[in-house]
């Protein structure tokens, strides 16, 4: 099954950054978005499109880890959602120029040095 990216989408493999940047970039340049696609404009979107992640929850209270008690229809949705805040994250990224996943790792590598492991000791 193939969606509009171009891609199937139910996958095994993994996916970088760099294809899903490409694919975006492609999908809006074919459609003459790219002129709609200023920083203010995408974080607008990925600002809406995490409302429409929150709302998932927003009534569930504590759900559990794997999301046992959720039907298909549930973690497709889910999927979805996720997956548009992703989109809009990664173009957001590529509109100003920076390396999202190089970001990323500078980040964890700075909040380990910021959070550093606790020794902990067992009395």
């Known amino acids: 099954m193939e ?5 199937s989408s139910k996958t095994t493999k993994d996916v970088s950054l760099q294809e899903i940047r490409d694919r975006l970039a492609e999908f809006a340049e074919v459609r003459g978005w790219v002129q709609y696609h200023s920083p203010r404009n995408l974080l607008l979107a990925l600002v809406g499109e995490v409302g429409e992640l929150s709302e998932i929850f927003q009534w569930k209270g504590e759900v559990a880890r794997g999301l046992p008690n959720w039907s298909s229809d549930d973690k ?7 997956s ?3 989109l809009y994250l990664v173009q957001l990224a590529d509109i100003c120029g920076l390396d999202l996943g ?5 980040k964890i590598v700075k909040n380990a040095k910021k959070y550093p492991v606790m020794n902990q000791t067992s009395t």
């Not at 969606?3 to 891609?7: E, I, K, M, Q, W």
């Open 76 to 82: 497709e949705h889910l999927e979805e959602e996720l």
């Open 102 to 106: 190089q970001a990323a790792l500078t």
């Open 84 to 86: 548009d805040v992703l």
């Open 3 to 7: 969606n509009t990216y171009g891609c």
